[in-house]
Each structure stands twice: as C-alpha cells, then as structure tokens.
C-alpha cells in the first residue's frame, strides 16, 4: 500500500497568492483529516471528511481557508489569499472509518513557506 | 472539552536508558489512546494504542498502559537507542462515531550515544 500521499512537499509561495495541497487518501478509506503543524500551536485538526462530506470545520481558522474532497479519494486545501502566519507544515490523514477505535494514517506533509 | 496533557521536553537520555513519558487525559466516557511518533522530515507513525481501559498498547519496545484510574497512558522504554530520538505524541479519540484524534503537544526525545 502507497500509504497517504500529499503534493507537494514543499511549497514557497509570496503573501497574497493562491496556494493548493493535495492529498491523496488509501485505498479503502473513508475518513479524511488535516492538519496544520507549528511550533507555536502544536498539531491542530483544520476540517474532518467522512465519506466525502464535511463533519467537522470548526478548526478552519477563516475564510481564506477551503477544502474540498472532489471524489471519494482524493482531497484539496486551498489558501486564499496565503498571508506569511499560513507558514506551518500541513498533514492529511486518513482513517479505515470514523469509529474510535481506527488508526489515523498520516501523510509525509507539505511544508509551506508564504513570504 | 477533550484534552491531553504531555510532559514538556526536551527529554534528553543516552543510550540503553529507561524512558518515561508522561501522558494524562480528560475525557468523558471511554476514549481510544494512541501514541505517534515523528522522525525529522516525516509525518506522525502510529507508535501503539489502546482501546480500553488496562489494554497494554506496544510496539518496538515501547509499552503503554491505558488506566482508567489516573487517566494515564504514559510511554516507556527500558533501554532507548540513537534511533528513538523524535517527537512523541499522545493522542486520544472520542469513544464515539464522528471524531477526530485530540493530540498533545508532543515531546522531543534526544538520545544520544
């Protein structure tokens, strides 16, 4: 198994500009996680997908914010307008199902830089 | 709400040393208990975990035990090496459909030779 696969993996990106991270979930699972990492604020859940449908969005910090799950697979975080307090390394999850007992499978991440 | 507490780091120990930890929790019910580890570079790895209360979660000769008692879930190793040297996360899930994992705030462990 490919395990979770996020793109990029890297990303510089001037203040303003639009920025796109990709996620990729494995085959068969039906819960999606992001997350944002910094050394400030720790790991902070963003959005919750199960099947394809939002669950939970309270930790999107504003409007800039969006993220979508096109097909059952597949996931995008946008960022606009990106502001340089974006900075952070972003990770996707996925998990088996949403009941409490299933592991949460992480993504290597993307590390964004806006300047 | 929901919550974890870890132990701050940095933990700093050489090699063959006994590890500890710390991981407490607040919850409501039953929740599930899970470890993560993050190597430099890399996205968290399932360490262990823990579904129920006295469930003993291990993995690479990591153990942690869950209890109920003292709400505890606390990491421990008996003799660490140079390669253990990453960020330990304690983590907890809801015990009920729909939720995500609560994380701690990690701890740096540096093991040096």
């Known amino acids: 198994d490919a395990g979770v696969i996020q793109s990029p993996r890297h990303e510089v990106t001037e203040m303003g500009q639009e920025v796109t991270l990709r996620c990729k979930l494995i085959?068969?699972?039906?819960?999606l996680f992001w997350y944002r990492q910094t050394m400030m604020r720790g790991l902070e859940l963003l959005i919750y997908f199960n099947n394809n449908v939002p669950i939970d969005d309270s930790g999107m910090p504003e409007d800039r914010f969006s993220a979508k799950m096109p097909n059952a697979s597949f996931s995008t975080l946008k960022i606009q307008p990106s502001e340089p307090r974006d900075s952070a390394v972003y990770f996707c999850a996925s998990s088996l199902s949403s009941g409490p007992y299933d592991t949460q499978y992480f993504g290597p991440g993307t590390r964004l830089t806006v300047l | 709400g929901d919550s974890v507490t870890q132990m701050e780091g940095p933990v700093t120990l050489s090699e063959e040393a006994f590890l500890t930890i710390n991981c407490t929790y607040t919850a409501t019910g039953y929740p599930s208990l899970f470890w993560y580890v993050q190597y430099p570079g890399e996205g968290l790895q399932l360490l262990l975990k823990a579904t129920k209360a006295d469930d003993k979660g291990s993995n690479k000769g990591f153990e942690a035990t869950y209890r109920k008692e003292t709400t505890s879930f606390h990491l421990e190793k008996g003799s660490v090496q140079v390669s253990d040297s990453a960020v330990y996360f304690c983590a907890l899930r809801p015990n009920q459909a729909g939720t995500a994992l609560i994380f701690g705030k990690g701890t740096t462990l540096s093991v040096s030779s």
């Open positions: 085959s068969g699972h039906n819960s």
